[in-house]
Each structure stands twice: as C-alpha cells, then as structure tokens.
C-alpha cells in the first residue's frame, strides 16, 4: 500500500487533495500533518477522519514531526503562511521559518526516507513590479491586458518565461527559494519533484480572508449579508485573476504522479487560465446571482505593497506534458461553494463574520 503525506493537510487545499485521493484510490493510506494555525482548520478534521485519513498534529518546522511519521511514498507539500502581505508592518519569522525551514526538513526527509515530491508554489514568484507593469486598459468591466512583445507574456496570459528580476514580496521569495533548494536535490541526490505554481485555488472548505481566499469571501459575505470593499486600484474592481477549482489540481496531480519516471522534475505554472478569468466587479454580479443577495461593497483606493492588477496563467507548458486542462468553471465553483455554506452555515458564521 502506497503512503503519501500531505503537509499543511488541514488546510483547504491539503485537506481536499487528501479527501479526493481517498475517494478515487483504494489502496493508498493518506496521512496529514498540520499545525491547525489557521482559524477553522479544524473544522476540517472530522472530513478527514470520515475518509480514513490519519492526521498528525504536528508542524514542518520541527523536523522530529516529520520523522515519526515514517517513510512515505510521496510528500505533497502544502503546508505554508499563504499570503503575500504576510510580513509587511510585523516580524517575517512565521513566514519564513514556515515557508522555507519547513520546505528544507520536508526535502532532508525524503533524502534520508526516499520518497517523491509535489510542491505547491505560487504565481507570485513573480516581480511585483513587473507585472504592474504590464499594459493593461480598462474596459467591460475588467482589465484588459494588450498586445505587448514582453517575454513570457501573451494572450494566454503568463508563462514560466515571464522575469524572475525583482522584488516579490517575502512569501514569493520564500517559494522561489523554496524551488531552487528543490532543483538542487534534484540534481544532487537525484530527487524526483514537481513544482507547481499555483494560482488561485478555490472550492468549498476554504475559509476565505482579506489576503487569501476572496472567491470563498465573496461568496459568504453576500450569504450572511456582510460587508465587503474593492481594494486597491482606483477601487473600482477591475483587477482581474484567473481561478482554479482545487479538483481540477487534484487531477493534475494524479497524473504528475503517474508520469514521475518518464518526467522526473518539471516547474509549472498551474491556473485557470483566460476561460476562467474574472475581475471583482464580475465576480460581484455573478455572486449576486447565484445568491440572489446584494451587499453593501465599499471602495478603498489605496493600493498595498503586494497588489497587482491582473494576473492570468498561461498553463500551455503543463498542458503540453500531460493534455491537462480545467474542467470547472467559475459559476460552478460560485455555485459550489454556495451550497457549501448553505449546508454549514451556523458552522461556517463564525468564520466569515466580520
């Protein structure tokens, strides 16, 4: 029987990918390991205890969490402080001891224990500054992105060839130290990995904030009639990002998985795409259609130091290696999510309430 150990596991996206793992394969055991640091967390262990999923209350930045578990077949790597204005005003130690001293006790374990490796990064790896700098003009509703020769960009959006020159924010740059080290093991000890830069991920289960999460958020606050803001950008709710349904990764990782000896290192960038694209002003309409409620939603201006205006994955590369596409659309995952919070709403209140 295969093992595979899923950190950061009570969190949305390591919670859904072990419950799906689960659900479509018999003869594994899926164990995850999480320091239930982020508020409702929690909530997510008895989903994984009704799917036979072991879970170990424990943390990545101490490597003796990791080594009682024992030898696994596969780590997937989600365990992260996943906002990018983490740092900014307060001490970074969190992040990056979470971030990047975490990702380098997942990596000496699987040298020592074999294993292979799934890392979940992030599109944010990406300058800040570069991609404020893309031309982009408002129109219907969103920003449109022009006909520009800047390498790594298209009309499929951004691609892997996009600059790495510049600043990040400090959870970008633990993400794209974190892949470097990965790289190396590769090629020093032969390690097989894949890197995935993630998107934006959504689906139910995700207890959506401000910094991380705004399909969830978008959704619960017109349910429970709360208030919501266009941030950043003028304010006025053009900045556009594409979106993935945490299925659709899912089932690129099966077949990642399946393809390890043939393709045994591989950095990706993992999203949406342009069909599924969408800016907050878009967002808000369908939202107020699927939950047929319509809320107050302010504007603020100002633009924080992480902020960009548009981002949309160009996922040719992986698409080409596995004929993997995005099966979910946005509305799907609006009315998903939806009915998530319908089903849970006195357990859920809490979580979204302002």
């Not at 793992?21 to 055991?29: A, L, P, R």
């Not at 190396?184 to 959504?202: D, T």
């Not at 998985?257 to 949406?272: E, R």
Request: charged fraction near 20%.
């Amino acid at each position: 029987m295969k093992r595979i150990l899923i950190t950061g596991g009570a969190g949305f996206v390591g919670s859904s990918l072990a419950v799906l793992t689960k659900q479509y394969q018999t003869n594994v055991e899926v164990i995850c390991l999480d320091n239930l640091s982020r508020k409702g967390s929690e909530l997510n262990l008895a989903r994984l205890q009704q799917n036979g999923i072991k879970f170990v209350h424990g943390d990545v930045r101490n490597k003796e969490d990791l080594e009682r578990i024992g030898a696994v077949d596969w780590l997937i790597e989600c365990s992260a402080e996943p906002s990018v204005h983490a740092g900014y005003g307060e001490s970074p130690s969190y992040l990056i001891n979470t971030n990047l001293l975490g990702l380098i006790h997942c990596l000496e374990f699987l040298r020592q224990s074999g294993g292979d490796l799934i890392f979940l990064s992030t599109s944010r790896v990406y300058p800040i500054a570069k991609l404020r700098d893309l031309p982009l003009i408002p129109e219907n509703r969103r920003f449109i992105l022009k006909n520009t020769d800047c390498k790594g960009v298209s009309p499929r959006g951004i691609s892997e060839d996009f600059t790495l020159e510049g600043s990040r924010s400090l959870y970008g740059a633990t993400k794209l130290c974190a892949e470097l080290l990965i790289q190396e093991y590769h090629q020093m000890y032969g390690m097989r990995a894949i890197i995935n830069r993630c998107g934006v991920l959504a689906g139910p289960w995700q207890m959506g904030k401000v910094d991380q999460g705004f399909m969830a958020l978008w959704v619960a606050r017109h349910f429970f009639a709360e208030p919501l803001q266009y941030m950043g950008f003028g304010g006025e709710g053009l900045q556009v990002r594409d979106v993935l349904h945490v299925k659709d990764l899912f089932r690129l990782l099966q077949i990642q998985m399946q393809q390890i000896s043939s393709h045994s290192f591989g950095t990706y960038n993992v999203g949406g795409g342009n069909e599924n694209s969408v800016s907050l002003l878009e967002l808000t309409q369908m939202v107020e259609e699927c939950t047929r409620k319509t809320i107050h939603i302010g504007q603020d201006p100002k633009t924080r130091d992480a902020d960009i205006p548009f981002y949309v994955t160009d996922f040719t590369k992986v698409n080409q290696k596995t004929q993997w596409q995005p099966e979910i659309t946005i509305p799907m995952i609006i009315e998903e999510i939806h009915t998530w919070i319908q089903k849970n709403a006195t357990l859920l209140r809490p979580i979204f309430q302002v």
